[in-house]
């Protein structure tokens, strides 16, 4: 029971925020709404038991990008500027769009997805067993895209320092 | 390495030695050199082959030779000649050879010029010895694509439209040409693509021919100037250099005749004889109708590009006529208009880079100031018009001859018809000279002019010396060209 | 009301982890479509990455529990949203120095 | 007979040569050159004739002799054209007055081009000219005769152009040109269609004894004729472009543009009697297989030589009226050739054409010469420039007079027994062509004097050329004209000379449609009828042009339709103006242009302007705007989504 009342509240705060996220007049709130986000989002992977995720969630996105985001902002805006939005008749077209969407795929969830509500037990995740998932090239062993990242990081990181250094 | 290869590699390696050159006078150098060599090449064929024949050779080609190049599509490279592609291949060596002379003050980017030019001959030759049918098709674009940056790069006057419109209505042809040629391949049940073969075979079933008959035909019929497809011919050869248009008139147009004859008619013979009517009336119409449409035009190219019109749909017209004489006719024609075509054009271009003008309104008594190119001209005018002693004389009437010896009179009113069109083409040939090379000088300035230098008179020469010679002596041309078209029309009549 | 109901009654289902990845991703979707700036762009983009996320962990969760392809598919992505991240904030800056302006609608000029 | 290859190979070098070095030469050189080859080839033919007429006869008929044929082009089996010559009776006469002509214009132009720029051409032309032309009468088929047929119309294309830097003889030969060559197309259709049913081009096949390959175009009919009288038909009417018979004569008159020594050769003695020439040849078919062609022949020749002959009457430039009296005098051969029958005395019409075509030759080119020696004194063609010069140049006007009293068939100068054969042989076909010849006989003595005393008597030039007041400009004030150097003045004595004695020849021992020999008889009452005519004429000339005098203008004011008209030669040129420019030009050719622009290429065009259109519709998908792209993904992913799911 607990379980539930615990997602329900996520839920709602992932629902509520990624709202507001959107729809706030102001970028530095609709940063601070992300956060929420993806802070709820962090607390799904450890309802579903996914320990590391929870982990890397809150690390990567909470701490790194959300940084990023924050110093960007600070940056790029002026303080107290209203961020611009879209003409009213594209914000209805799109808020209309949206929810045709949502509606679409709620159908689909809805009519074809079979309630699954049984969580089977599952044993914990050792760092260990993901270590050597990732340092295997076997079967269900993630070594090639685990390189891959790293060289996309590092491209990243010279990239990133190539484009925003000052010229 | 086969004795016929030699005529693409002499190309590439004028290609070659083009890269390698800096000046102009390099340039001029290797452009001289190579095209003399095709030209000793060719001749040295014709020799070769003459004998050959002469010591009792019956094989429908001669110097074949094969080789796989790309496998899993059985992808061929094999070549071959009989006399209709000697025929051609002298030609192509005349025109490239006059070609050359005819752009020696070529500018700008002369040594571009030259490549592409050399790319083109590259196309040009290899299409007329190969004898796969994809190995043909690679040439024949490895031909057209070239024509592009030299229309669009050195033409003059709407050269980019004119490039474009060229390029994209013969690719558009070239189109069909592919589906026809794999719609041959794949229905014929041959293992290879080469043609001698899948005419041996003689197996495509005659629905298969239905299709493909008339996309092949077609598709060649486009470069070929058949009637509705023609009107990249007037654009293009007027915004084309002048060699490039000799090139283009004189040889490229003759792969469309060639490739329609080669390829659809005879590969598909039972879809031939039962569209022959609709394409024989195409034909007729191009004929009198290019020759009407030569006498309206001012532009001298423009006229000039009418009345190949005119000239080239008489050779698709005696093909599909389908007896030995009228295609013996066909192929005299091609080279026969070949030369005296390329003739004008150099004409038209020398005479353009004295007057800056092609208007034939703005020009008159070119005689007076520069004899060599209005005799000249006089000389074409006359051979376009079908004067004995010149080659369009004996290819005319070969035609004319060969198509009246049909019995029904559908085929004879149709030949009457185009009969009528040699009145029509003295008509805008004597309209012509009589404006520009004869009466009064029309432009004070004009009279300053300076006559043929003499890298002209080589090209203008040696194009007249063609003329004559196979308008005066057509035997041995025509009865080499007669033995070779024997087995097509053997295919067709069976 | 049934569905309300097997909402709260029973253990969570699948259809609860979609539903909300559902509404995030479509808050991002209308984020996206109406924001002009190019940070609040980003902001979209990254609701929609973690939708994403949340479905491949739900779906591996409920579906596949002894499996990690969902987990790992979710790990990569949240290590390429930090890339992506990264370099979009480098280049936005980069744009700003120069236009001044972190607007999309502007950004025709680099067409030119 | 090896050595008659000479007299067509020596004229083509002499061309080649001369053409090739053009102005390498000194002028005299080339003239020199040109006119000595023709001397070569004149004594040549007329060794040939020799030689000919004594040594071929076998068993009182002549044989024909081919001393040479190659095969030049092969169609099929039974087709070819082969190039070869073929001496016969008429081939040999042809020959002889080809050469004799040409020899005496080469000499006369030698004084009357001098100074002219082009002279060397002048004289390759004519080489040219004399080479095509022979090669035509010697023909052994009738292929290699449209060869050289179509190879004397550019001769003459070129020679009528000679002034090329003058419009008006650019615009004459072109005329000729299109005119004969429209003609010599249905001469081309018209060997088609008898090659096709008789499977041979050969003359000797074809007008052999007992020719058995007309059997196979026999029963077969096209609209009402049989084929082979379409042929021949058709191939008549390429003689009758080559021939100026109506309505394609009128190339003939404006073709006197070109210089007048050319106007003797070509369109006056050999040229134009290319088309009699043809029919001669081909007799034996147009007798035995198509005589409704051949009848037909005559009424065409009938009308041409009425028409011509008064149009001759009105004209006022002396080369013109010589042009129109041409036409008439071909005319004449074509209806003896029309009337004439086959064997013995049923043959006379073909021996008086060709007898005719002989005599014609010769005193029609001592007119020209003649006409040419005027124009070169006075540097006018008109009449009215003219006058009283028979005390400047006797020698012209002798000669002159000789060859009008030869043409108005007055014995015993050679036009009267040639004509005087005509008319007998046409009385004898029908009294109607007969009475008609024998006026339009009449007519010509008319015109001739008219032309004669308007140039020898009447007003004094001098006069003249003080009342007018311009007296030539350009040549001095107070030029007397003067008498011809012996370079002209020689071929005139020589023609007339011959124009003398020629009516005395038994032309009949050497030329007859069978080869045979045929003894001409004078008719009496037709030669009496025809004199009393001439003579008649020849006053009424004298009266009215001898002195000055207003009658003729009294008598052109009475007839004003009738003179206007023929002034304007019936409006003839009108007519064929109206087709060429209205017809073909604007109702044929400008819209062809026009749909080729318009309707084809613009349909051309319309595919690549729609692509492009569609191009630049799906262009602005492509805006950049990251947003927009979203919306159409998004509806994409939607559109896809839905249709799996429905589906």
Same mark, same amino acid.
């Given at each position: 029971?607990?379980?539930q ?14 709202i ?8 530095i ?21 996914y320990?590391?995720l929870?982990?890397v ?5 909470a ?5 990023l ?12 500027e ?28 809805y ?27 076997d079967k ?11 060289i ?16 | ?8 590699l002499?190309?590439?390696l004028m ?8 000046n ?14 095709l ?8 020799y ?8 009792g050779?019956v ?18 490279y ?15 060596s ?21 490549l ?13 010895i190969t ?22 790069i ?14 994209l ?17 794949f ?14 075979l003689h197996n495509i ?27 990249w ?9 002048t060699?490039?248009s ?8 003759k792969?469309g ?11 598909m013979?039972e879809?031939?004889?039962e569209?022959?009517?609709i ?29 190949s ?24 024609q091609?080279?026969?208009h ?7 054009f150099a ?6 880079g ?7 309104r703005?020009?008159?008594?070119l ?6 190119l209005?005799?000249s001209?006089?000389i ?19 035609i ?7 019995t029904d ?25 009589g ?21 002209e008179r ?12 196979m308008g ?14 024997i ?8 | 009301?049934e569905? &309300? ?6 253990? +969570?289902?699948?259809?609860? *982890? =979609? ?6 991703? #479509?808050?991002?979707?209308y ?14 983009i990254?609701?929609? &990455? ?6 491949? +962990?739900?779906?591996?969760? *409920? =579906?596949?529990p002894?499996?990690?392809?969902? #987990?790992?598919?979710?790990?990569f ?22 236009l001044?302006? +972190? ?10 | ?12 070098l002499s ?8 102005s390498?030469f000194k ?25 000919y ?5 076998v068993?009182?008929v002549?044989q024909k002799?081919?001393p ?6 092969r169609?099929t ?17 042809m ?14 132009s030698?004084?009357?081009m ?20 022979l ?20 001769s ?6 000679f002034?090329?830097?003058?419009p ?21 259709i ?38 082979l ?26 073709a ?14 050999t ?6 020439f043809l ?12 005589p ?22 009105v ?9 129109f ?5 071909i005319?004449?051969m ?10 013995g ?8 054409s060709?007898f ?11 007119l ?10 006075v ?33 015993p100068?050679?036009?009267?027994f040639s004509?005087?054969?005509?008319l ?9 062509i007969?009475?008609l ?12 004097f008219?032309l ?9 030039y ?12 350009d ?29 005395f020849?038994?032309f ?18 037709v ?13 009424v ?11 003729p203008?009294?008598?052109a004011?009475s ?23 209205k017809?073909?030009?604007?109702s044929?050719?400008r ?20 692509t ?15 947003q927009?792209y ?8 939607l559109?896809?989504?839905?249709l799996i799911?429905?589906?």
């Amino acid at each position: 029971m607990a379980q539930q009342i615990i997602f329900y509240v996520l839920a709602v705060i992932i629902t509520v925020f990624s709202i507001l996220a959107v729809t706030s007049k102001q970028i530095i709130r609709s940063a601070t709404y992300l956060l929420f986000v993806l802070l709820g989002t962090a607390g799904l992977y450890l309802l579903l038991g996914y320990n590391y995720l929870f982990a890397v969630q809150i690390a990567v996105y909470a701490g790194g990008i959300m940084v990023l985001f924050i110093f960007a902002i600070l940056l790029t805006n002026k303080p107290g500027e209203n961020v611009k939005t879209e003409l009213p008749i594209r914000r209805i077209v799109a808020g209309l769009t949206s929810l045709a969407g949502l509606a679409f795929c709620g159908h689909i969830i809805y009519w074809n997805v079979k309630k699954i509500s049984v969580l089977t037990e599952m044993a914990d995740i050792t760092p260990q067993q993901l270590g050597r998932m990732m340092m295997g090239t076997d079967k269900y062993q993630y070594l090639l895209p685990f390189e891959m990242i790293s060289i996309l990081l590092l491209a990243c990181i010279v990239g990133a320092i190539m484009v925003a250094r000052k010229r | 390495m086969n004795f016929l290869s030699i005529f693409v590699l002499i190309p590439v390696l004028m290609m070659v030695g083009l890269f390698a050159s800096n000046n102009r006078k390099q340039l001029l150098t290797v452009m001289t050199i190579g095209a003399s060599l095709l030209m000793i090449m060719s001749a040295t064929l014709t020799y070769m082959y003459l004998t050959e024949r002469a010591a009792g050779n019956v094989a429908e080609m001669l110097f074949m030779a094969d080789t796989v190049w790309y496998a899993p599509f059985n992808i061929h490279y094999s070549v071959g000649v009989d006399g209709i592609s000697v025929a051609m291949l002298i030609l192509s060596s005349i025109i490239v050879f006059t070609g050359v002379f005819a752009s020696w003050k070529i500018d700008p980017l002369p040594k571009e010029f030259f490549l592409w030019f050399s790319l083109l001959s590259i196309g040009v030759y290899g299409f007329f010895i190969t004898t796969d049918l994809f190995t043909m098709f690679m040439y024949y674009e490895i031909a057209l694509i070239p024509m592009y940056l030299l229309i669009g790069i050195w033409g003059t006057g709407r050269k980019e439209y004119s490039a474009m419109k060229l390029t994209l209505m013969l690719m558009g042809g070239s189109a069909l040409l592919l589906v026809g040629i794999l719609g041959i391949y794949f229905s014929s049940g041959a293992t290879t693509m080469n043609l001698l073969e899948i005419a041996k075979l003689h197996n495509i079933p005659v629905e298969m021919q239905r299709y493909f008959f008339p996309l092949t035909f077609m598709g060649f019929g486009v470069l070929g100037a058949l009637f509705p497809f023609h009107t990249w011919s007037p654009d293009g050869h007027a915004s084309a250099p002048t060699a490039v248009s000799m090139l283009h008139a004189g040889v490229l147009m003759k792969l469309g005749g060639y490739g329609a004859f080669r390829v659809a008619m005879y590969l598909m013979p039972e879809a031939a004889h039962e569209m022959a009517w609709i394409f024989l009336i195409l034909t007729g119409i191009s004929v009198v109708y290019g020759a009407f449409g030569a006498i309206h035009q001012t532009d001298l190219k423009y006229i000039n590009a009418y009345s190949s019109v005119s000239h080239c749909g008489l050779v698709l017209f005696a093909i599909l006529m389908m007896n030995e004489t009228a295609t013996t006719g066909a192929i005299m024609q091609m080279l026969s208009h070949g030369l005296m075509t390329a003739l004008f054009f150099a004409l038209i271009g020398m005479i353009y880079g004295r007057t800056h003008t092609r208007d034939i309104r703005l020009m008159g008594g070119l005689m007076k100031v520069l004899p060599f190119l209005g005799v000249s001209y006089v000389i074409a005018g006359m051979a376009s018009l079908g004067l004995p002693s010149l080659s369009g004389f004996v290819a005319e009437m070969t035609i004319f001859v060969g198509s009246f010896q049909h019995t029904d009179t559908f085929h004879r009113v149709l030949t009457i018809t185009a009969v009528s069109s040699i009145v029509i083409t003295a008509v805008y040939i004597l309209k012509v000279v009589g404006k520009i090379i004869f009466g009064p000088i029309q432009d004070k300035h004009h009279e300053e002019l300076t006559d043929a230098v003499w890298y002209e008179r080589v090209a203008v020469s040696v194009l007249i010396v063609a003329i004559f010679a196979m308008g005066s002596a057509p035997f041995w041309i025509s009865s080499m060209i007669g033995e070779s078209v024997i087995p097509v029309i053997g295919q067709l009549i069976k | 009301m049934e569905f &309300l109901t097997s909402f709260f009654s029973g253990p +969570v289902p699948v259809e609860a *982890y =979609l539903a909300v990845s559902l509404i995030m991703f #479509f808050a991002g979707v209308y984020g996206f479509l109406t924001r002009k700036s190019m940070l609040m762009i980003l902001v979209s983009i990254e609701l929609m &990455l973690n939708a994403a996320d949340i479905n491949f +962990v739900a779906f591996n969760r *409920y =579906l596949y529990p002894g499996q990690f392809e969902g #987990f790992y598919f979710t790990l990569f992505t949240i290590a390429i949203a930090a890339c992506e991240t990264a370099v979009a904030i480098a280049i936005i800056i980069n744009i700003y120095r120069n236009l001044t302006s +972190v607007e999309v609608g502007n950004l025709d000029q680099m067409k030119e | 007979m090896q050595y008659t290859i000479l007299i067509l190979v020596l004229p083509l070098l002499s061309f080649i040569f001369l053409g090739l070095m053009d102005s390498k030469f000194k002028p005299k050189t080339a003239g020199l050159i040109g006119t000595i080859v023709l001397g070569i080839i004149t004594a040549l033919s007329y060794y040939t004739a020799f030689e000919y007429f004594t040594m071929y006869k076998v068993e009182g008929v002549y044989q024909k002799v081919i001393p040479f044929e190659m095969e030049w082009l092969r169609f099929t089996d039974l087709l070819s054209i082969k190039l070869g010559i073929l001496i016969d009776a008429i081939s040999v006469m042809m020959l002889v007055v080809i050469s004799t002509v040409s020899f005496m214009v080469n000499l006369y132009s030698l004084s009357y081009m001098d100074g002219e720029k082009g002279f060397q051409r002048y004289y390759a032309f004519l080489s040219l000219f004399t080479f095509s032309m022979l090669g035509l009468v010697v023909a052994t088929n009738i292929f290699q005769m449209y060869i050289f047929w179509e190879l004397v119309g550019v001769s003459s294309f070129l020679l009528i152009g000679f002034y090329y830097s003058k419009p008006s003889a650019v615009a004459a030969a072109k005329k000729a040109f299109i005119v004969t060559r429209f003609a010599d197309m249905f001469f081309l259709i018209g060997i088609l269609v008898l090659s096709f049913y008789t499977k041979t081009f050969d003359f000797g096949v074809l007008t052999g004894e007992n020719p058995i390959v007309f059997a196979a175009g026999a029963g077969a009919t096209f609209m009402g004729f049989s084929v082979l009288s379409w042929a021949m038909a058709l191939i008549f009417i390429g003689g009758a472009g080559k021939s100026a018979m109506f309505p394609l004569q009128i190339w003939l008159p404006d073709a006197m543009e070109g210089p007048t020594p050319v106007s003797a050769l070509i369109h006056a003695a050999t040229m134009v009697v290319a088309g009699v020439f043809l029919v001669a040849r081909l007799f034996p078919v147009y007798y035995f297989q198509t005589p409704e062609v051949l009848h037909g022949i005559a009424y065409v020749g009938a009308f041409t030589a009425l028409f011509a002959a008064v149009i001759a009457c009105v004209q006022t430039d002396i080369k013109r009226v010589l042009a129109f009296s041409t036409i008439s005098q071909i005319a004449f051969m074509m209806v003896a050739l029309g009337v004439s029958g086959y064997e013995g005395h049923e043959g006379t019409g073909y021996m008086a054409s060709m007898f005719h075509l002989f005599t014609h030759a010769m005193f029609k080119a001592l007119l020209f010469l003649g006409a040419g020696s005027v124009i070169h004194a006075v540097h006018s063609n008109e009449m009215k420039d003219m006058g009283g010069l028979r005390k400047y140049m006797p020698i012209t006007n002798w000669t002159f007079l000789i060859a009008c009293l030869a043409i108005a068939g007055i014995p015993p100068f050679s036009g009267f027994f040639s004509k005087d054969e005509i008319l007998a042989a046409s009385f004898e076909f029908s009294p109607l062509i007969g009475w008609l010849m024998t006026f339009i006989a009449a007519l010509t003595a008319f015109y001739m004097f008219r032309l004669y005393y308007n140039i020898f008597w009447g007003k004094d030039y001098a006069v003249k050329a003080a009342a007018h007041g311009h007296g030539h400009d350009d040549h001095g004030h107070g030029h007397t004209p003067h008498e011809s150097p012996f370079a002209m003045a020689f071929p005139l004595v020589f023609l007339a000379a011959v124009t003398c004695v020629a009516g005395f020849i038994p032309f009949g021992e050497f030329v007859s449609a069978t080869g045979a020999d045929y003894h001409i008889h004078i008719d009496m009452k037709v030669a009496i009828t025809s004199v009393v005519v001439a003579l008649i004429s020849i006053s009424v000339a004298t009266i009215m042009y001898r002195k000055p005098s207003t009658t003729p203008d009294k008598l052109a004011a009475s007839f004003s339709g009738l003179f206007k008209a023929a002034s304007n030669r019936f409006y003839i040129d009108e007519v064929y103006l109206f087709i060429t420019r209205k017809i073909v030009f604007n109702s044929i050719s400008r819209p062809i242009a026009w749909f080729d622009r318009h309707v084809i290429d613009a349909t051309m065009d319309g595919f690549a302007n729609t692509t492009q259109w569609v191009s630049i519709r799906i262009k602005s998908f492509q805006s950049g705007q990251i947003q927009q792209y979203a919306y159409v993904f998004l509806f994409g992913t939607l559109l896809i989504a839905a249709l799996i799911l429905i589906f």
